[in-house]
């Protein structure tokens, strides 16, 4: 295979067993770097752990690398486990996170660890993940670090290089191998130029249809459009319903395709399924986090046939998971980041704008802009697109059960460990004060609350420290033997609860007498500990559980069709199958605990042989796909 300048400069450092951090554009062709890790460990009989952010990009990753590698590959995400003493082990960071504090004898036999989108160091909810791998990265593993482009990558090594004092070499691309051509569409016309106000003030607005035509006539077919909303996509998609992108032959073939994956992931009967059809027929879609996983991995599919001609999806859809197309369109150029709607950043922009262009079918990428002069300023439009990329700046919070881990190995002297962090190495002196403040909060909470004594981490702390982000409010509901008082119905409550977040204006509908009983539990244990955080000016607080899936798990456990349940949430479906499949994690999370009791396993084994059956089940997904 020929390489580009980048992967065979990666690639030499590699032959000569040296970690790497390589930033280069979406697009540009890192994995090859990676598949040339798994080929050459496999040679020389030595495993490979690749981490990746999401689990379906986890599962994408699986599915691509067993066509090269077949059984040589393994998967982890909490709940999938498929071949899992495999020397290529693909797994989310929290695993690896977790296996490094929990088993580390576990992780001798891998010689390399990849990190697919380390630039996610500085994701706001999940970026300390990243930080504590590294920081605490076994000292026989080297490392690869894939990252989008990012302006302070040396910086990153340097922090890496600090820590584990051996070598980090970085290796940069700044040129796409396809380049991308910028348009926007402002007053329903389309132009090169960043649109200027006054030309547009009392111009029309921009209309789908036109925008579509364009793209059409000039061959910028397929296309992706980004939208950040989920109702948003598949309004869209239905505004588009009247435009038919296929001719006949592409139709029959769409058509047999669709039915074949429907057959296959058990969606015959499944509404949403039966809604999307006829978009499909016609070479359009929609995808987002709030689908049935099969229903988005069908569509995916089909998007890779290149005869869905114009797919609408929201970004997750940019994050590593390989669906190039010819053009890129932009709905807006804001988004809702946390707690507010701002300009996107300029890496959020490229990494979803990097999806136009094919390697070896494009010569050039498209990328179309939606601009309403009333809502984003020239200068805002510039600053996205020829701005520098953001810097990764640390995220880092460690949680309670970390800490607990850490406590086994260094006592009172783990507060030196934030010395090891990238939040040290960047920050100003009263930025480290703060973190060593917050650290050494949570350190005397731990001990004032009974997971800490004289003679180490307790009973109480050992069933903490293997649940990780909801350690405090299981751990007082299993001191208080609230488990052991649960059916495998109530268990499974508690589980589902304790891992879901309501998205705004999402409301409690129904709850059961049983629930209602746990929940005031809950929420009584939640209070104490809150009060508590606060005494210690601890933040983020620890999350409350929320009921609103509750009675939808109770009729699931009990054998109801997926569609009967789903009038007890208000909960897009897709995001029951991943709380279910989260509420699963936790649940072996306790089961696996060697402090629970012999009826608390078999109790929890049978509650998650009831959750964990059809769409649910995420190795059938896999196995089938």
């Not at 932009?330 to 262009?357: E, N, P, S, V, W």
């Not at 309403?372 to 990329?389: G, H, L």
């Amino acid at each position: 295979m020929r390489y580009d300048r980048f992967q065979q400069e990666a690639i030499d450092y590699i032959n000569q067993d040296l970690s790497v951090i390589v930033s280069a554009p979406t697009g540009a062709g890192k994995t090859a770097i990676a598949e040339h890790v798994i080929q050459s460990s496999l040679e020389r009989g030595v495993g490979v752990i690749y981490t990746a952010p999401i689990k379906a990009l986890s599962n994408q990753k699986f599915r691509d690398f067993q066509v090269g590698f077949a059984d040589s590959i393994g998967i982890l995400t909490g709940d999938v486990s498929l071949n899992p003493d495999a020397p290529v082990l693909i797994m989310t960071t929290e695993i690896f996170r977790n296996k490094i504090l929990d088993e580390p004898d576990s992780l001798k036999r891998y010689s390399w660890v990849i990190f697919d989108e380390i630039h996610y160091l500085d994701n706001p909810e999940r970026g300390t993940v990243w930080e504590e791998s590294l920081m605490f990265l076994p000292k026989h593993m080297n490392l690869l670090g894939l990252s989008a482009t990012i302006p302070n990558i040396k910086q990153v090594a340097d922090w890496i290089e600090s820590i584990h004092a051996k070598p980090i070499k970085i290796v940069i691309e700044e040129k796409r191998p396809v380049p991308l051509h910028f348009f926007f569409q402002c007053g329903n016309m389309v132009s090169d130029k960043i649109p200027q106000p006054r030309k547009f003030a009392y111009a029309k607005s921009n209309k789908l249809f036109s925008l579509v035509s364009y793209l059409e006539n000039r061959e910028g077919l397929p296309c992706i459009y980004f939208v950040f909303g989920r109702k948003r996509a598949e309004d869209l998609a239905c505004e588009l319903a009247s435009r038919d992108f296929l001719n006949k032959e592409e139709k029959r073939i769409i058509i047999d395709m669709y039915r074949g994956l429907a057959q296959r992931f058990d969606l015959k009967g499944e509404k949403s399924a039966q809604n999307i059809y006829p978009l499909i027929e016609r070479g359009i879609a929609y995808h987002h986090a709030g689908m049935l996983p099969t229903l988005k991995e069908a569509i995916e599919r089909l998007f890779t046939s290149r005869l869905l001609k114009v797919i609408f999806t929201t970004e997750t859809f940019a994050l590593g998971i390989n669906m190039p197309s010819r053009s890129v369109i932009f709905d807006d150029l804001r988004k809702y980041y946390g707690h507010y709607i701002r300009i996107l950043k300029t890496r959020d922009f490229y990494q979803m704008a990097g999806r136009a262009g094919r390697r070896g079918l494009d010569e050039e990428g498209f990328v179309y802009c939606r601009v309403n002069p009333s809502r984003i300023s020239p200068e805002e439009v510039k600053r996205v697109i020829y701005d520098k990329p953001e810097g990764v700046t640390s995220q880092f919070n460690t949680s309670y059960a970390t800490i607990l881990n850490l406590y086994q190995k260094y006592k009172d002297d783990l507060t030196r460990v934030y010395a090891l962090s990238l939040h040290y190495f960047q920050s100003k002196k009263h930025q480290q004060k703060e973190a060593l403040r917050l650290l050494e909060a949570k350190l005397t909470l731990l001990k004032e609350m009974g997971y800490i004594d004289s003679g180490g981490v307790t009973m109480k702390g050992e069933f903490a420290k293997s649940v990780y982000g909801y350690e405090l409010i299981l751990a007082e509901l299993y001191d208080q033997g609230i488990f052991e008082q649960l059916d495998e119905f109530g268990l499974g409550v508690i589980a589902v609860s304790a891992v879901f977040e309501p998205r705004k204006n999402q409301h409690l509908l129904n709850i059961s007498k049983n629930a209602r009983r746990i929940r005031m539990f809950c929420e009584e244990m939640h209070e104490k500990i809150k009060s508590r955080e606060m005494k210690h000016r601890i933040y983020p607080v620890s999350k409350v559980p929320y009921f609103h899936l509750a009675l939808a798990m109770e009729y699931w456990m009990r054998g109801t069709e997926f569609s009967k349940i789903l009038p007890f949430t208000d909960t897009d479906e897709g995001e029951v199958v991943r709380y279910f499949r989260m509420a699963i994690q936790i649940l072996k999370e306790i089961k696996d605990n060697p402090i629970s009791s012999f009826v608390l396993t078999e109790r929890i084994s049978e509650s998650i042989r009831v959750i964990n059956r059809d769409i649910v089940d995420a190795e059938k997904q896999l196995r089938e796909g």
